[in-house]
């Protein structure tokens, strides 16, 4: 235990030492770098392989994180580099996140691994190889400078399609949630529009009433100047008539 911390001591005293020494050219470049990375792929902030551990991502972003320090770089943009490669560890030290980014890597690979097959199909000579190595002609190739700048464009592509998806869906959740909270205060307000009416036709209710009271008791009343409307002459069953006399020619 104790000759793991002397080594421990020892790798970040030497590691201090380096950056002792490293030019400020250096340091700027770095930053131009960080800043220049594919903003969604994390491993390209910490200039790491896709199929670094967590461990590596540890190492890495002590080493790139003191090179690129606020404190030790005079870089305008330093903070700004500096931050992002803290979160690309996060990034990459989160589980989840991982996975996702992992997931997206596999497709490219598969992507490339499926047009690699294609071409053979083409090329005899190299399907032949391939079949006589056993696979590990392919395998060679994967591990290629070619093959792996083919896959970091392919990962860049992937990963901006899915941002894109993301996005989209981000919009629609958005604008859904938006018509909602826009019915939700329409209702809110034809609800706050039914009740100030009923309020209001409750506030009248005594008026109506005795309105209605005076109505049954004495009709319609007359306002003073208002005319009277002519009333009806009907006949008097007791009055008793005279039946005139009938000419006869």
Not at 15 to 25: C, G, H, Q, R, T
Not at 52 to 62: A, F, G, H, L, N
Request: net charge positive; charged share 40%.
């Amino acid at each position: 235990m104790g000759e793991a911390n002397t080594f421990s001591i020892d790798d970040d005293l030497l590691l201090k030492s380096f950056y002792a020494e490293v030019s400020e050219v250096e340091r700027d470049n770095e930053v131009v770098r960080i800043l220049s990375c594919f903003k969604l792929n994390a491993f390209e902030y910490l200039n790491l392989p896709f199929d670094s551990s967590p461990e590596d991502v540890k190492k890495q972003y002590r080493k790139l994180s003191l090179l690129v320090h606020p404190d030790k770089c005079k870089h305008p943009q330093a903070k700004e580099a500096f931050s992002a490669l803290a979160k690309a560890q996060q990034l990459l030290l989160d589980p989840q996140e991982r996975e996702y980014l992992v997931n997206q890597i596999n497709a490219a690979r598969e992507e490339l691994r499926a047009k690699r097959k294609k071409q053979l199909k083409k090329d005899t000579a190299s399907k032949l190889k391939s079949l006589v190595d056993e696979g590990k002609y392919e395998q060679e190739y994967e591990k290629s400078d070619e093959f792996q700048a083919q896959l970091k464009l392919k990962v860049r592509e992937i990963l901006t399609d899915q941002e894109w998806r993301r996005r989209k869906m981000q919009m629609r959740i958005s604008e859904e949630e938006g018509r909602l909270k826009k019915d939700e205060e329409e209702s809110k307000e034809m609800w706050k529009r039914k009740r100030e009416h009923e309020e209001q036709w409750e506030g009248t209710r005594e008026n109506r009433v005795s309105s209605w009271r005076d109505f049954m008791k004495g009709g319609k009343k007359v306002k003073k100047g208002e005319l009277r409307p002519p009333k009806l002459k009907t006949e008097d069953p007791n009055k008793s008539y005279v039946q005139r006399p009938v000419k006869r020619g």
